[in-house]
Antibody, heavy 118, light 108 residues
């Protein structure tokens, strides 16, 4: 059964880099059927797509975050990682990783809350 | 850039009633890439509908999606107590961009 588990620090200081990892079990991130993405949700607000990693190695990012975001994969650990630099309070959110297919997010992790505060 | 708007913002209904939720795109979009999600408090979103009208695995048939062009609809034929939640529409479009609507809350 597919499981996605986000992990990482729950508190990050302003101007620092947020780093999260999504560990995938029950599927290989090398799958040529699915791709992997990160989506976030500020408390009490809507959903915002951050970026997507495709099986052919190409990444696409939300234009509003592109200059600060990096998504990468570690195939040996079956993990997808997110790095978001120069964070501010506006980056406080629940961060979800998701398995994507046909332009929709079929499966989601439980999410992890990251708070940006000094 | 595609902008999705959802209406109404909040829909107050009772169990057993029919819910009709609307998602409008700022320009015509492919129905192949229009999806709907349900989110309950404290939980991750769950995919309900993809391709505008195809139910995801395990989704009850009281949920249905329709529409084309700029207007899309999610219908819940008979609300069950567990259906009271927030519903988001989402589009996948040019330059591989995912866009979400602001959501509609269905409450009692």
């Amino acid at each position: 059964q597919l499981q996605l588990q986000e992990s990482g620090p729950g508190l990050v200081k302003p101007s620092e880099t947020l780093s999260l990892t999504c560990t995938v079990s029950g599927d290989s991130i090398n799958s040529d059927t699915y791709y992997w993405g990160w989506i976030r949700q500020p408390p009490g607000k809507g959903l915002e797509w951050i970026g997507t990693m495709y099986f052919f190695g190409k990444t696409f990012y939300n234009p509003s975050l592109k200059s600060r975001v990096t998504i990468s994969v570690d195939t040996s650990r079956n993990q997808v990682s997110l790095r978001l630099s120069s964070v501010t309070a506006a980056d406080t959110a629940v961060y979800y990783c998701a398995r994507l297919n046909y332009g929709s997010a079929e499966n989601w992790g439980r999410g992890t809350l990251v708070t940006v505060s000094s | 850039e595609i902008v999705l708007t959802q209406s109404p913002g909040t829909l107050s209904l009772s169990p057993g009633e029919r819910a009709t939720l609307s998602c409008r795109a700022s320009q015509s979009i492919s129905s192949a890439y229009l999806a709907w999600y349900q989110q309950k408090p404290g939980q991750a979103p769950r995919l309900l509908i993809y391709g505008a009208s195809s139910r995801a695995t395990g989704i009850p048939d009281r949920f249905s999606g329709s529409g084309s062009g700029t207007v899309f609809t999610l219908t819940i034929t008979r609300l069950e107590p567990e259906d009271f939640a927030v519903y988001f529409c989402q589009h996948y479009g040019g330059l591989h961009v995912f866009t979400f609507g602001p959501g509609t809350k269905v409450d009692i």
